[in-house]
């Protein structure tokens, strides 16, 4: 089975840009969660989708945005870009109900804003 | 709110011995969900084993177990016969519940995570 694919793994942007990233979860997982990795802040959690609905938020400004498809792709949005926004983007998915609960990673995407 | 805390910023191991990796954690509910992932220098993160908090036995998979003590809030995660490959940062996670259901209950808080060295 593959695993969570994220695409693209690198990007490099410009301040007051903006960004989409892309998450397709492991078949037949219809969750997927967002997170961001900093050097000083750890691993925040944004947001999470499951049957295209977002059923939680994270504490980050509206700035950042998500959404899912029917298929259970998701994407999340990051518009008008910050130094701060630097940082790994991590996207994770799971069984939801009937599953054992873990929760898969993909490898990531780097941004990179300048 | 739920809390991680992992008190080892740094380990150094010597390669096949055994090494346990820290973890208490904080939180009122009593369903809840504890996960370990390790992430390599490439950045992917990599789910190495989980515990329910209902779960009466603890974790087992391959090397890795989870020294799950509830009653101390802890959830150390013990890997045996360490290899050079094990070196990376761990990272132990809380989960609001300990099955997924369809309320929005995937939220994992992490905590600052252990850099794990294997020493040839």
């Known amino acids: 089975k593959a695993g969570v694919t994220q695409t693209p793994r690198y990007l490099i942007k410009t301040r007051g840009q903006q960004v989409t990233l892309s998450c397709s979860p492991i078949?037949?997982?219809?969750?997927v969660s967002w997170y961001q990795q900093t050097p000083g802040q750890g691993l925040q959690f944004l947001f999470e989708?499951?049957?295209?609905?977002?059923?939680n938020k994270g504490n980050f400004p509206g700035r950042f945005s998500g959404r899912q498809f029917s298929n259970s792709r998701s994407e999340m949005n990051v518009s008008t870009l910050e130094l701060g926004d630097s940082a790994l983007y991590l996207c994770?998915?799971?069984?939801?109900?009937?599953?054992?609960?873990?929760?898969?990673f993909g490898p990531g995407t780097r941004l990179t804003v300048t | 709110a739920q809390k991680i805390t992992q008190t080892q910023p740094g380990m150094f191991v010597q390669e096949k011995e055994a090494v346990t990796l820290d973890c208490t954690y904080d939180?009122?509910?009593?369903?809840?969900?504890l996960f370990w992932y390790k992430q390599p220098s490439s950045g992917e993160m990599i789910f190495l084993i989980y515990?329910?908090?209902?779960?009466?036995q603890n974790a087992t998979e391959g090397r890795y177990s989870l020294n799950f003590q509830k009653a101390r809030k802890s959830a150390n995660l013990v890997i045996s016969a360490s290899q050079l490959g094990d070196s990376a940062m761990y990272f132990c996670?809380?989960?609001?519940?300990?099955?997924?259901?369809?309320?929005?209950?995937?939220?994992?808080?992490f905590g600052t995570g252990t850099r794990l060295t294997i020493i040839p």
């Open positions: 939180t009122s509910d009593q369903s809840y969900g």
């Open positions: 996670a809380m989960r609001e519940a300990s099955k997924p259901t369809n309320f929005g209950n995937e939220k994992l808080t």
């Open positions: 515990q329910g908090s209902y779960d009466e």
């Open positions: 078949s037949g997982h219809r969750s």
């Open positions: 989708y499951f049957s295209e609905t977002q059923r």
């Open positions: 994770a998915s799971t069984q939801r109900v009937g599953g054992t609960g873990e929760q898969y």
